[in-house]
């Protein structure tokens, strides 16, 4: 089987020849790359992909394909510009910007009728990543502002961009659409996490308010792509865990969005993801009530709470794709690593038992301290236990 077909066997409860091996390396690659730390044997990569094809991994793409969906503002003066000092001469990839060479800061402007917004993203070399240092809203009195802003995004759809990279991709995996976010998400993207949660607890109607506005635009984004032929698996880029996404907040500013994309997403028979991080135990249950058919990135523990085995049953169905199981915890071992990952992989699937709907992926990331011989062992482990003929 190719891995375009092994995947969709997953999503599909059909039987593929392998369980999938679809490990998320993004992060992984473009440190090394940026530190010139790449191993011999991939040293000429330019891609990603160029990495798993060499690992003969299944490819389950999404972080290239997020920028086939954009945001423009139909109001207000939206800025973008790149600062900084960086090393080398190639741009600077991440999950979430791309900086042009040589700058590793990039700060946006949104002007409104009631106010001016700006965040401050950036890269640091030790961490191989990105991170927000100025949110967009940074106090209450910024809510007219938001709302604006959020009133005046709409989300496109470049096709063109997206084809291209299902061209790229071939019958080595499956391309992902991505979705926007939950309104949760949303605020996080906004406030930060912290604020975000304040605002929630001390101004619920204002901020459902808020929710219901996103929900609108991303939904009609759905409309516009979901018949897309190419278009078959859709993912909600959120970072689910339990941490920040309590129960009663996931019930409030999570369910309606995504039990009404999984409704017109099943309606044309495909299916619908949602990105996790951390702890998924009290989620589950919800997600699955949320009608979502996978979670992409379960960690069991200890860095988790979920042991993958018992995902089905949490989610309250069968059909639950489960996608996950190598986590940081065993993707760093330094002793002993393969027949500590050998024996790690062969314990996991047995705990699977009806293996169909199971995509053994990175559990959220690869970590950039992940040894590649650990990749490897990793592969020669799923191919090992993974044979379902």
Same mark, same amino acid.
């Given at each position: 089987?190719?891995?375009?077909?092994?995947?969709?066997?997953?999503? /599909?409860?059909?039987?593929? &020849?392998?369980? =999938?091996?679809?490990?998320?390396? /993004?992060?992984?690659?473009?440190?090394?790359?940026?530190?010139?730390?790449?191993?011999?044997?991939?040293?000429?990569?330019?891609?990603?992909? &160029?990495?798993?094809?060499?690992?003969?991994?299944?490819?389950?793409? @999404?972080?290239?394909?997020?920028?086939?969906?954009?945001?423009? /503002?139909?109001?207000?003066?939206?800025?973008?510009?790149?600062?900084? $000092?960086?090393?080398?001469?190639?741009?600077?990839?991440? +999950?979430?910007?791309?900086?042009?060479?040589?700058?590793?800061?990039?700060?946006?402007?949104?002007?409104? =009728?009631?106010?001016?917004?700006?965040?401050?993203?950036?890269?640091? !070399?030790?961490?191989?990543?990105?991170?927000? +240092?100025?949110?967009?809203? !940074?106090?209450?009195?910024?809510?007219?502002?938001?709302?604006?802003?959020?009133?005046?995004?709409?989300?496109?759809?470049?096709?063109?961009?997206?084809?291209?990279?299902?061209?790229?991709?071939?019958?080595?995996?499956?391309?992902?659409?991505?979705?926007?976010?939950?309104?949760?998400?949303?605020?996080?993207?906004?406030?930060?996490?912290?604020?975000?949660?304040?605002?929630?607890?001390?101004?619920?109607?204002?901020?459902?308010?808020?929710?219901?506005?996103?929900?609108? *635009?991303?939904?009609?984004?759905?409309?516009?792509?979901?018949?897309?032929? $190419?278009? #078959?698996?859709?993912?909600?880029?959120?970072?689910?865990?339990?941490?920040?996404?309590?129960?009663?907040?996931?019930?409030?500013?999570?369910?309606?969005?995504?039990?009404?994309?999984? #409704?017109?997403?099943?309606?044309?028979? !495909? *299916?619908?993801?949602?990105?996790?991080?951390?702890?998924?135990?009290?989620?589950?249950?919800?997600?699955?009530?949320?009608?979502?058919?996978?979670? #992409?990135?379960?960690?069991?523990?200890?860095?988790?709470?979920?042991?993958?085995?018992?995902?089905?049953?949490?989610?309250?169905? $069968?059909?639950?794709?489960?996608?996950?199981?190598?986590?940081?915890?065993?993707?760093?071992?330094?002793?002993?690593?393969?027949?500590?990952?050998?024996?790690?992989?062969?314990?996991?699937?047995?705990?699977? @038992?009806? !293996?169909?709907?199971?995509?053994?992926?990175?559990?959220?990331?690869?970590?950039?301290?992940?040894?590649?011989?650990?990749?490897?062992?990793?592969?020669?482990?799923?191919? @090992?236990?993974?044979?379902?003929?």
């Amino acid at each position: 089987m190719t891995g375009r077909e092994r995947i969709l066997a997953a999503f /599909y409860g059909e039987k593929p &020849d392998f369980i =999938p091996f679809s490990p998320n390396i /993004y992060q992984w690659f473009y440190y090394r790359l940026a530190n010139g730390q790449l191993p011999a044997e991939v040293a000429q990569a330019h891609h990603p992909f &160029d990495v798993l094809r060499h690992l003969g991994a299944d490819i389950l793409a @999404r972080w290239d394909t997020q920028g086939a969906t954009r945001e423009i /503002y139909t109001a207000g003066e939206f800025t973008e510009t790149y600062s900084g $000092e960086a090393e080398g001469d190639q741009p600077l990839v991440t +999950s979430f910007n791309r900086y042009p060479a040589g700058k590793n800061k990039c700060r946006r402007k949104f002007v409104s =009728p009631y106010g001016t917004l700006t965040e401050t993203w950036e890269y640091t !070399k030790e961490a191989g990543a990105d991170f927000a +240092s100025e949110y967009w809203w !940074k106090s209450w009195d910024d809510y007219p502002s938001v709302r604006f802003m959020l009133e005046s995004c709409e989300y496109t759809f470049d096709a063109d961009e997206f084809h291209r990279w299902v061209a790229s991709v071939g019958d080595d995996g499956v391309v992902m659409v991505h979705l926007t976010q939950s309104p949760l998400k949303t605020f996080h993207w906004l406030a930060g996490a912290e604020n975000a949660s304040l605002f929630v607890m001390d101004h619920p109607e204002e901020m459902r308010a808020l929710g219901r506005i996103h929900v609108s *635009k991303a939904l009609a984004l759905l409309d516009k792509i979901v018949d897309n032929a $190419e278009a #078959e698996i859709f993912v909600s880029l959120d970072n689910l865990d339990s941490v920040f996404y309590p129960p009663y907040f996931y019930k409030d500013y999570c369910h309606d969005f995504f039990s009404r994309a999984a #409704e017109i997403i099943h309606r044309r028979g !495909k *299916k619908f993801v949602v990105h996790a991080c951390g702890h998924n135990r009290a989620l589950l249950p919800l997600v699955g009530k949320s009608g979502v058919d996978c979670l #992409e990135g379960i960690t069991p523990p200890p860095m988790g709470d979920v042991a993958l085995g018992e995902a089905r049953k949490l989610a309250g169905s $069968e059909d639950f794709v489960v996608n996950g199981g190598m986590d940081a915890h065993h993707l760093e071992i330094s002793q002993n690593a393969g027949a500590c990952i050998d024996e790690y992989t062969r314990r996991l699937f047995e705990s699977m @038992r009806d !293996k169909r709907r199971f995509i053994f992926a990175s559990s959220c990331n690869t970590s950039i301290l992940t040894p590649w011989e650990n990749l490897i062992h990793f592969r020669d482990a799923a191919r @090992r236990y993974g044979r379902l003929e």
